[in-house]
Structure formats: structure tokens, C-alpha cells
């Protein structure tokens, strides 16, 4: 069927909805592809600027690409170094961790038995069958963890080689983007071009500086609160703060989970959740706006709908990908007059800056009015 102009607008949504369910199944079942590529493509991004100042240096076409791989490898497994250190000695501790989670379990299954008369042996029986449900998928869940462990491998394995040849061939990239299109659409492929550059290096820029910032301060505030592993959940918070709304939720919760077991003081938790949520208030309305870019506008409610769209495809890289992934998208719906409508519902929403502007232009014309009248009586 030909879907023309003068088809009914119930049809026209249809089709377009089809189309959206197709890339969606599409990057479902081709996730193991196209996941190491955008990662490649984002860091690709930010490592251009690198890339392009040794070029200009007369430092050849190769030797360029693998410095800046070079650098980026470096600082990566900095971070993951770092990380590993912390996660260690976490880890040395959990025989310490699970003895006193015991010990507030019991204490649970006493508070259930006199407030609900539960016994003991009933609590026993419902723990064993759900454990019981749990054995019975568990292989499921092996052999998920098994193959995502295998995905990063390859991530690891595939994601150099992609930066390389996309930094390579981006100039042949580019011009295949203009012959593929018409020579009208010209400019607009361009401005995609420059600011998808512009955003993608600003974002992750800028995400780095905040995700310092973050960690720096919630290990401050729990080393202040004496929150044993402090530097762990302080950095964990950050890096979790790159999943909007969801991550700082779950760091949090893990942090008040642990914390059970390591403090007596019901104190500590309500500070916890005040320190992590303050710091993550001030993060919001003062830091991301200010180091993040402000090309990046993505309202709260696609924001939220994208990482959880996301998460369903794709799993955990799909929380990290969709922000930019809707930013991108937004740019082309701003570039393409048909797309504008779309683009306008995944930015913010400028209805007060626009009532600002009328009430700006209604007092500007007053003024002026005021001003002729002024003169004729004169």
C-alpha cells in the first residue's frame, strides 16, 4: 500500500508505528553488533578533537588515531584499576557482611512472628519454595551471565578496532552521507554533522568533569558520616548517576543495604539517603546544567522513557546509550521540517520562555506607544 498525503491520518500512524517496532525488534536481535559501534561512534567523538590537532601537526594519518587510542586506553584503565582496587577490598569483606545480614534477618523473622504470628517454621517453608523457584531458573540465569560476560569481552575486543576505522574513514564517511542524499539537503546534513560533534564531545566532557565532581563530594559527605567503604559508594554513586534517575535510586538503596550490616544507628540511613539526594539535587539543577552542554535538552518524561526503552533492548548499555542516542535523534528532527513536531516533543518545554517573550514584545510595544504619544502632545 502507498501511503501519500492524502491518506487518513489513523493510517499514516499506524505505518509510522510499524516502522518504529521494526527498529526497535532490529536493534533487539542486532544488539551485538550495533552496541560496539555506538560506543566506538561516541568515543570516536571525543577523540577527534585529539586526532585532528596531531593531523594538523603533520604527524600523518595513523600515527595520530592510535595516540589518541592510546591515551583513551590509559585513562580507562585508570579508572578501572582504581575500581578494582576499591571492589577488592569490598570484597574481602563480605564473610563479615553476610554474618551481621544474618544477624537482621533474624531479627526480621522474630519482628514478623510477633506482629504477624507467623512462625518460624512457616517463614522457613515459604523461603525454601521461593529458593526452590529460584533453582529451578537459575541455569537461565548462568547462562545470561556467562554470555553477558562474553559481550564484554568482545566490547573490549571490538571497540578499539571500530574507533580506529571510524576515525580513519571518516572523510569518506562524511561524503557518502552527501551522495546519498540530494544536494538540498546539504546543509542540514551538515549542521547533523557539526552538532552531533558538538554535543557528543560536550556531553561526554562534560560528564566526566560532573561524575568527578559527584563521587568527590558523596565520598566527602560519607567519610564525614563514618560509612565504612565510604570512597566505594561514593564513586559507585557517580558512575551510576550517568543512568538519569534510575542510577542514583539504585546506589543509594545498595548503599543503605550494606550499611545495614556494617551500623547499628538507623541515623546513618536517613543521612545517607540526604547526602547522596542533595548532592544529586545540587548535581541537577546546578552542575549538569552549567559543565554539561546545553545542546543536550531532553525533557525529564523522554528522558526517563528512553532509558527504560532502552534498558528492555538493549540491557545495561542501552541505559548509557539512549540519552545520547535521543539527543542525536532530536538533532535530525530539528534538521527535517516533516521531523520538527518530534523534535518538539523531545526537548523541553520553552512554554514559560515563550510567555516570557509575548509578555517582553507586549511591554516593548506599550513602551513605544507611550513614547509616540509623548511625543505628538509635545
Known sequence: MVINKDAPLYVKLAFRFLVIFFICYFINIAQNILI????????AF???PIVDYLQNKNWGRILPILVALLCATLFISAIVYFLSNQIAGFIQDIPSIKQHLNEHFIALQRWVKNEFNVSFQAQHAYLNEQADKLRETGTVYVRRTFFSLTEIVFLFILLPIYTFLILYYRMHIRNFLYSVFKKEYGPAIQNVIMQSKLMIRSYMVGLVIEMAIVAVANSIGLMILGIQYALFFGVLAAVLNIIPYIGTFSATIFTILVTLTTSDSTSDLIWIVVIIYGIHIIDTNFLMPRIVASRLRINALISILGVLIGGALTGISGLFLSVPAIAFLKIICDQVPSLRPWGLLLGEDTSELNRKTIYQRIRA???????????NQA
Open 36 to 43: 560496539p559501534f555506538a560506543f566506538a561512534t561516541l568515543l
Open 46 to 48: 571525543l577523540l577527534l
Open 365 to 375: 510595544l506599550t513602551t513605544k506607544n507611550k513614547s509616540s504619544i509623548t511625543q
